[in-house]
């Protein structure tokens, strides 16, 4: 498989130089040169498959050549020790991407990124600096993905101020080969200032560098592995019993029902716009995904786009979902090499909903099923709400992606519906101390800072 630059097809790579360079030379994102196609086999199987034996189908295609597949099943066996039950909620199914180690679906790409990094770089003697912008969930996952990995070294940047206690303590509390840097500045200024690092001529004759977020190709394949997954349980029928981490009361009804065979929508939490690409991804390969709802918070670029066919970014607004709080969503360059804006408007429906609306959302479920949603994941209910209410989505089960613990944003949840149980990796994640050093939004600082 070979993979060009969104800017420029003609700078084409193999899947190591992607991953490892992470943004093209011309500042470009690197896709891959065709989807590749499920089997005849495996389409009609996903309901039924074990979870890693979909992972090792959705991601071998992509690696073919530079992952020998005996490896590829040792990486995917070591990264994925956790899976994304889908259960009922209420009249809908939620895929439960939480179950891992920081408790956000962001766990899936990094560890399988950190696995395959240290696959790829196997025998080398420079070490590899890793730059990663969040806006919350990314930066512990990467964190928790990479910590010890030898040769390998981490610097996360946050935006100071704009992520929960317990997302801070995630990113900055581990020490060892991560670091962290609160920037005085939005995730858009963290997500800036991590290009300009990777593009410094000067930054890479002195060091090797590459990313960590969903700009990096290895970071969206492996998230693909999730949609085939709950799709193909969804068409098949199927769900799965609760997790030791599904944060439910007991003892409430829920009334959702699935026909097998009928056509299946994916309702995705969307910020940077990483998650849902990979779901297009999924959809492409043959997952049984008819339709895609893109629900963002008041940072609303991407549903104006569709609504509008012009994309213009805007600066990005604060809100309690606060890892979706992306005006300038680097994916949407990842969609448009692949769509056209008349190709998305068919297979993607956008909305936006606004704090107050998520707030209701987490009290009314909880009422209705006991179930407690974090504020990103209610964005999600409230957005098939919407579509609902004016009959925009497609006869059939509605899906949505519930992409962070309730926990991890308790300040939020606790005063709405009381307090979410804990799964034990949050408890003990909130028990570190947080070391962190803080510069201005100024590119020159983060450089300074690498250089030193």
């Excluded at 399988?112 to 420079?126: H, Q, V």
């Excluded at 969903?214 to 799965?240: C, E, F, H, W």
Aim: glycine fraction near 8%; hydrophobic fraction near 40%; charged fraction near 20%.
């Amino acid at each position: 498989m070979h993979y060009y630059s969104t800017r420029n097809k003609n700078e084409v790579v193999n899947f190591a130089d992607a991953a490892l360079t992470g943004l093209a030379p011309d500042g470009g994102l690197f896709v891959p040169e065709e989807i590749p196609q499920y089997s005849a086999q495996v389409r009609t199987s996903l309901g039924k498959m074990d979870f890693c034996d979909i992972a090792i189908e959705t991601i071998k295609p992509y690696v073919q050549g530079e992952i020998q597949d005996s490896s590829l099943s040792d990486i995917v066996q070591s990264a994925f020790t956790f899976t994304a039950p889908l259960v009922a909620v209420a009249d809908r199914f939620t895929s439960e991407l939480f179950h891992g180690p920081t408790a956000a679906f962001k766990d899936f790409g990094a560890r399988f990124m950190a696995r395959a990094f240290s696959y790829l770089r196997r025998g080398e003697d420079r070490p590899l600096r890793i730059l990663v912008a969040t806006s919350g969930d990314t930066g512990g996952a990467v964190a928790d993905g990479f910590f010890n990995v030898s040769g390998i070294f981490v610097t996360v940047l946050y935006p100071k101020g704009r992520v929960s206690p317990l997302q801070e303590r995630q990113i900055a509390g581990l020490g060892g080969n991560i670091s962290a840097l609160a920037v005085e500045g939005s995730f858009d200024d963290c997500q800036r200032l991590v290009k300009a690092a990777l593009a410094d001529e000067g930054l890479k004759k002195r060091m090797a560098l590459s990313s960590a977020n969903s700009i990096n190709i290895s970071r969206l394949i492996p998230q693909a592995v999730y949609y085939s997954a709950a799709a193909g349980k969804m068409s098949a029928g199927l769900t799965d019993p609760d997790g030791e981490a599904t944060p439910r009361l007991k003892g409430k009804k829920n009334t959702a029902a699935l026909r097998p065979g009928k056509p299946v929508t994916l309702c995705v939490p969307s910020g940077n716009f990483g998650n849902l690409t990979a779901g297009l991804y999924a959809m492409k390969m043959g997952a049984p995904v008819n339709q895609f709802i893109a629900a963002t918070n008041i940072n609303k670029t991407v549903p104006d786009y569709l609504d509008s066919g012009e994309y213009l970014t805007r600066i990005s607004q604060a809100t309690v979902s606060n890892a979706m709080d992306v005006g300038a969503p680097s994916n949407f360059e990842r969609m448009a090499a692949h769509f056209s804006w008349e190709q998305m408007r068919n297979i993607i429906l956008g909305v936006s909903v606004s704090d107050d609306e998520t707030r209701e959302t987490i009290i009314r479920i909880h009422e209705q099923s006991g179930y407690f949603l974090d504020p990103h994941s209610a964005v999600g209910w409230k957005g098939v709400d919407k579509l609902l209410s004016s009959n925009k989505i497609q006869e059939g089960a509605a899906g949505i992606l519930c992409t962070a613990h309730p926990a991890k944003f308790s300040e939020i949840v606790e005063p709405l519906v009381g307090k979410p149980p804990v799964p034990a990796a949050l408890t003990r994640a909130m028990e570190r101390t947080v070391n962190a050093r803080t510069i201005p939004a100024d590119a020159a600082a983060l450089i300074e800072v690498l250089s030193a």
